[in-house]
């Protein structure tokens, strides 16, 4: 059984320390999210961890009590954005708006990962398979991974027939089988290499 993520790496930090999370780097279609996350340690939700440990409906859960007891914030970078400077400074500029987006301004955030992004607005740490490892971070993989997939949700409902409610925009045999019957969207990565087989 897998280690449960804890508070090591917040405690030995000083100062405000949020997490930071990335959910959507993968997809065909849609935004790339990211989330910032600084916990009230006296009211940390049980049952925290890595997003794609949780049931739909558990993160769902833990992302309503987050929002209500800690501080959280969420950056956005559009497909046609990620198109325009690429998926690199796309995953930097998410977090970048995340970290922004809270309320107070963190002494240091930790980053899921193994680089720390460009153009922090905090000094910054990596830590590998944090999500794993950092509750801040698994905090912020939740609620980056329930504000994405209520993003795909709608856009399915604004571009049906690509199962975006189910696929949440990765390249499922669904998704692909779409693209040929339907073309692609706004929403789609044109430089993404599976996009471009369908724009001529």
């Known amino acids: 059984m897998a280690a449960m ?8 930090c000083s100062g405000i320390v949020c997490g930071v999370d990335e959910v959507g780097r993968g997809p065909w279609a849609g935004p790339l999210v990211a989330a910032a996350v600084i916990l009230d340690r006296a009211m940390i939700p049980d049952g ?3 997003s794609k440990a949780l049931t739909a409906k558990r993160r769902e859960a833990l992302a309503a009590t987050l929002h209500e007891v800690a501080a959280c914030g969420i950056g956005v970078v559009e497909a046609v954005e990620l198109d325009r400077i690429g998926l690199t400074a796309a ?5 970048a708006r995340a970290i922004a987006a809270l309320p107070v301004r963190p002494d240091l955030a930790l980053i899921d990962g193994k680089r720390v992004p460009k153009g922090m607005p905090c000094p910054a740490q990596a ?3 944090g999500d794993g490892k950092s509750l801040s971070i698994a905090a ?3 609620i980056a ?3 994405r997939d209520e993003v795909m949700t709608a856009l399915a409902a604004r571009y049906p027939g690509y199962a975006w409610e189910t696929n949440a925009g990765y390249g499922t ?3 692909a089988d779409a693209l040929t019957k339907l073309g692609i969207t706004c929403e789609h990565r044109r430089c ?3 996009i471009q087989e369908f724009t001529h």
Request: proline share 6%; charged share 30%.
């Open 5 to 12: 993520p804890d508070l090591s790496f917040e405690d030995a």
């Open 127 to 129: 830590v590998i398979r």
């Open 48 to 50: 925290i961890r890595d």
């Open 91 to 95: 995953n930097d500029l998410a977090m």
């Open 140 to 142: 912020a993989s939740i």
């Open 192 to 194: 993404f290499r599976p």
């Open 145 to 147: 991974k329930v504000h």
């Open 173 to 175: 045999r669904a998704h």
